[in-house]
């Protein structure tokens, strides 16, 4: 059974019944206030209906509600903490089929770089977004493959979510694969997907750009500076030669 679920349906109609109670009771304080212009015995029986309302819309609804909504409230924390929150082993294969069926654009990316490069740009991408890293390992040679571990939280609830990134050598360069998990909820309605493809392309474009900065910033070799002057030198020379052959009238 889904506890979970069952916890914050109950606690969602328990605050709507508490709102809506402490939202109507001031409106039977008015009308008990109005009735004091009305003449008796009008007034005094009004005055009694009213005083009797309000006693029951606070001993049968406001008062049970709130009870209530702090009740399943703190046992919706409780399953927060472990219990009811959805499992961080990987589902398997078929899982992965549905994915791919999904969302086709969730794939590895492989970067034309070396593994710690990608290491370090994909840590700096997550110390950017704030999330919270558990556990860090930076790729070793020649197989170790490196890893980040880290916990992000949803804009408005602040709901946990898991995510996974493993970064191994690659005949290209480096490969990265990413596995992003809500902790709460059957469906993510496609936000851990979106999150993928947006790091997967914050961190191709930071790739991309550190390593052309850092081609511009190669020193050329000296030798094949001078033997490329040498040879432009040595052209412009037979070329003159050339002309100034031509130039010449052939000798008898």
């Known amino acids: 059974m889904d506890y979970y ?16 109670g402490m939202l109507f009771l001031p409106r039977l304080f008015a009308y008990d206030a109005e009735q004091n212009a009305k003449p008796e015995p009008l007034r005094g029986e009004m005055q009694a209906l009213l005083r009797v309302w309000q006693t029951r819309l606070l001993r049968i609804i406001i008062n049970p509600a709130m009870i209530l909504a702090f ?44 593994p710690q490069r990608a290491y370090d740009a994909a840590l700096k991408l ?46 290209d360069g480096a490969r990265i694969d990413m596995r ?35 081609a511009d910033k190669a020193p050329t070799l000296p030798g094949r500076e001078a033997q490329g002057t040498d040879k432009g030198k040595a052209g412009k020379g037979a070329k003159d030669r050339a002309t100034k052959d031509k130039a010449q009238p052939a000798r008898r």
Not at 126 to 145: E, I, Y
Not at 148 to 166: F, Q
Not at 194 to 213: C, M, N, S, W
């Open 71 to 114: 009740v399943f409230g703190g046992w919706l924390l409780w399953l927060r903490s472990g219990d009811g929150a959805n499992p961080a082993v990987y589902a398997g294969l078929y899982s992965a089929e549905l994915q791919r069926r999904a969302y086709p654009d969730v794939e590895p990316v492989v970067l034309e770089t070396t």
């Open 126 to 171: 997550v110390g950017k977004r704030k999330w919270l890293v558990v556990d860090a390992r930076a790729p070793q040679a020649p197989s170790r493959a490196g890893h980040i571990e880290a916990v992000a939280r949803t804009p408005l609830l602040g709901l946990r979510e898991d995510i996974a990134i493993r970064i191994t050598p690659d005949t």
């Open 180 to 214: 992003s998990s809500s902790r709460y909820f059957e469906s993510d309605l496609g936000s851990n997907a979106a999150r993928i493809v947006k790091f997967a392309e914050d961190l191709t474009g930071a790739v991309e750009a550190a390593e052309a900065a850092r």
């Open 5 to 20: 679920n069952l916890a914050r349906g109950l606690h969602i109609l328990a605050v709507i019944a508490w709102m809506a």
